[in-house]
């Protein structure tokens, strides 16, 4: 319940900000103008996103006669979840990594990397892909596209007044020049919290769902150790996986491992939590099921 309030409570911060930006730089008419461009930008990531993502990370459909396990892993775990089964897909990424994708449960897909496949065992494997149905069931894609198209509605407007001026009726040009270059930065680390928060809720509704939490957690710490040792080696992955794709936020594990992001400060501008973070909760949640002193 803590964490859906919170995600609401982002959501609309980001929300005022964008109209804030957009009555700051062109009065009434600016504010019409940010509303504007947030809905224009809003349908078109709710009906293309899916598409976009599964392109971007070269995925392919997984066929049942190639991939059996599959097929019947997420077929239990839908059933068990009384849900709709969404479309299955494979993505040659050497990265261990996996996201899901889609405005609905009856729209949606699951995408998992070749990396990821050999790497898991069954246990495991199954842990990942009950996250990645909570994320569906919980309408978690639709909750953090639209954050990530508030974002990019926010830095749009701001790089647009700075290069072609904001308000001329502003008392106070300096704080004007300050909102428009400090928004876009608000506006990504509100983000980045708003999908760190989805990404540990969805641990939670996954482990739940499999039955396995400490799968979960075993996981995730080979997605955080390969992809790392993978980065160092330089081997890459997917357009969807670089730092800076919109898509990356999409993923259960932050893509190349999160080589690069620091603690400190820089916890704010993490785009999941922290992996020793996500084990505590997962350990903790063995507990309460008995699987765990």
């Known amino acids: 319940m803590f964490k859906s309030a919170k995600t609401v409570f982002l959501l609309a911060l980001l929300s005022g900000l964008l109209l804030y930006i957009g009555q700051a730089m062109a009065g009434e008419s600016g ?44 077929r239990n775990l839908s059933q068990q979840a009384g849900q709709t089964q969404p479309r299955l897909f494979v993505s040659p990424s050497p990265q261990p990594n996996a996201f899901a994708t889609g405005r609905n449960p009856k729209h949606s897909a699951v995408c998992v990397n070749r990396g990821l496949i050999d790497l898991l065992d069954r246990d495991e494997m199954e842990g990942v892909l009950a996250h990645e149905l909570s ?6 894609i639709l909750i953090g596209t639209v954050a990530a198209t508030l974002a990019t509605a926010i830095t749009f407007l701001a790089r647009f007044a700075l290069f072609f001026g904001g308000s001329r009726d502003s008392a106070n040009p300096v704080a004007q020049i300050a909102l428009i270059l400090l928004a876009p930065i608000a506006a990504m680390l509100i ?30 710490r080979k997605l955080e150790a390969g992809g790392k040792q993978l980065a160092r080696r330089g081997v890459g992955g997917t357009p969807a996986e670089r730092p800076d794709s919109a898509f990356s ?20 501008f993490r785009t999941h939590p922290k992996t020793e973070d996500r084990v505590r909760n997962l350990e903790s949640i063995a507990r309460q099921m008995g699987q765990m002193a």
């Open 135 to 140: 994320h569906v069931y919980n309408r978690d």
């Open 249 to 268: 936020t999409l993923y259960i594990s932050a893509p190349f491992g999160g080589l690069g992001r620091g603690g400190g400060l820089g916890n704010a």
């Open 191 to 220: 983000q980045f919290a708003v999908t760190r928060s989805r990404e540990t809720q969805a641990d939670t509704s996954g482990a739940k769902l499999s039955g396995k939490p400490l799968a979960l957690a075993r996981a995730l």
């Open 31 to 74: 504010l019409v103008i940010a509303l504007g461009i947030a809905l224009a930008m809003n349908v078109g990531t709710y009906w293309y996103s899916d598409k976009l993502a599964i392109k971007m990370a070269r995925a392919k459909p997984a066929s049942e006669a190639e991939y059996p396990w599959y097929h019947q892993m997420v």
